[in-house]
């Protein structure tokens, strides 16, 4: 009687797990085939749908700087590091400062200098620069040593990778 048992419970749970096996498949599948899921390395990622012309604009070589601009008098080098952006999700909501966050401003969040302060960042990879002034706190993710808003990360060339190695540099007044 037990062994009738125990076989009960095997086949029971052989068909839970097939089961299982075969509607975690379908769901991969499904999302493998649709249009705003792409492959990213060994896993999938969903994206939106737009022209990746309509994100950034193009620079030719000739527009782009051969080197980097040197440090003006007025400027402090800082760490080098990864720089994030964050964009629309959260446009409107209150900062670290007060103010409400857009995107289409040239600022940025930073773990401790003071509020109202202005950092040049550099991309180096680039050469292309761009002056922020801190509004916010963070990041709070990983190493990043700043969080940069949209349009700051569009100057530097950052929209496509979303993350990026920077250098930056505390102007003083």
Excluded: C, W
């Excluded at 030719?60 to 080098?80: L, V």
């Excluded at 720089?83 to 773990?111: K, V």
């Excluded at 990043?144 to 100057?155: F, P």
């Amino acid at each position: 009687m037990r062994l009738k048992a125990q076989r009960r419970n095997l086949a029971i749970g052989l068909g839970a797990v097939t089961a299982l096996g075969l509607a975690l498949g379908g769901v991969a599948f499904s999302e493998s085939q649709s249009p705003e899921v792409v492959r990213l390395g060994k896993g999938l990622a969903s994206v939106d749908a737009k022209k990746v012309a309509d994100i950034e604009p193009r620079t030719t070589i000739a527009e782009r700087p051969t080197t980097e601009p040197e440090p003006a008098a007025s400027e402090s080098p800082m760490a080098d590091g990864e720089a994030s952006y964050y964009g629309s999700e959260l446009a409107g909501n209150l900062t670290a400062s007060g103010e409400a966050f857009d995107p289409s401003q040239l600022t940025a969040a930073h773990r401790f200098l003071p509020l109202g302060s202005k950092v040049r960042v550099t991309n180096p990879r680039s050469g292309q620069a761009v002056v922020v002034r801190i509004n916010d706190r963070g990041p709070f993710h990983g190493n990043r040593v700043i969080d940069l808003s949209t349009a700051a990360a569009r100057k530097i060339g950052l929209i496509r990778s979303g993350t990026g190695r920077v250098r930056l540099a505390l102007l003083l007044d």
